[in-house]
């Protein structure tokens, strides 16, 4: 990354800075002289590109949003096939290098409720019924009584491995996200969607 002194990288520079603060801490708990010293400027350059640390909050939502924006519009443009087990969650991060904090930020803004994360999960939805009409017109899905709540129930298994990354890791032993537990994680849901979860019980004459 280039350094903050140059004035032509220092509004990204202050901007990715505040997005790991913000990831790390929460927007709320980080002061512009916090976001300053990290990036190396001075609270005053922090003020003068983004006239307050709303606006700087509102820039790094614009980015987050700007990330999932072209996840999805592949989505809508029919270049993400997730038929074979993969997740929404394992695309984004393979977009993203592996020290990201745009997950993490997403979790905050997902789970605190926040107005960005509200909108980040409506366009995601979006994109997810887009996805399953596909399938679902290829054969490769059932359509199902309820389409709608069809789709929300796959969205909520591909977010739970963002949402809680750390917790799966810790009782599975392996990363959900990294190739090993992906693959693990996607046999395993791949079984579930095809073959059911229920046993037949015990046979009665």
Request: with cysteine.
């Amino acid at each position: 990354m280039c350094s903050a002194r140059d004035d032509r990288t220092a509004r990204a520079v202050i901007r990715d800075r505040a997005l790991e603060l913000f990831a790390a801490q929460g927007p709320a708990s980080v002061t512009v002289r916090q976001i300053a010293s990290a990036a190396e400027v001075s609270p005053g350059l922090v003020i003068h590109h983004f006239g307050s640390k709303d606006g700087l909050r509102a820039a790094v939502d614009d980015h987050v949003a700007s990330v999932f924006d072209g996840l999805f519009a592949g989505a809508a443009r029919g270049e993400l096939d997730l038929s074979d087990g993969a997740s929404m969650a394992e695309v984004l991060l393979a977009e993203l290098p592996p020290d990201s904090p745009v997950p993490a930020y997403l979790r905050r803004l997902l789970l605190s409720g926040d107005p960005a994360g509200t909108a980040v999960f409506r366009r995601w939805f979006a994109a997810s019924r887009a996805m399953t009409g596909k399938l679902v017109e290829r054969g490769v899905l059932a359509p199902g009584r309820d389409p709608e709540v069809r789709t929300a129930f796959l969205m909520v298994n591909d977010l739970v491995l963002l949402l809680l990354r750390d917790q799966l890791a810790d009782v599975l032993g392996v990363d959900p996200l990294a190739p090993e537990g992906a693959s693990r994680w996607a046999e395993e849901v791949l079984s579930v969607y095809r073959d059911g979860l229920f046993g037949k019980g015990e046979e009665t004459s």
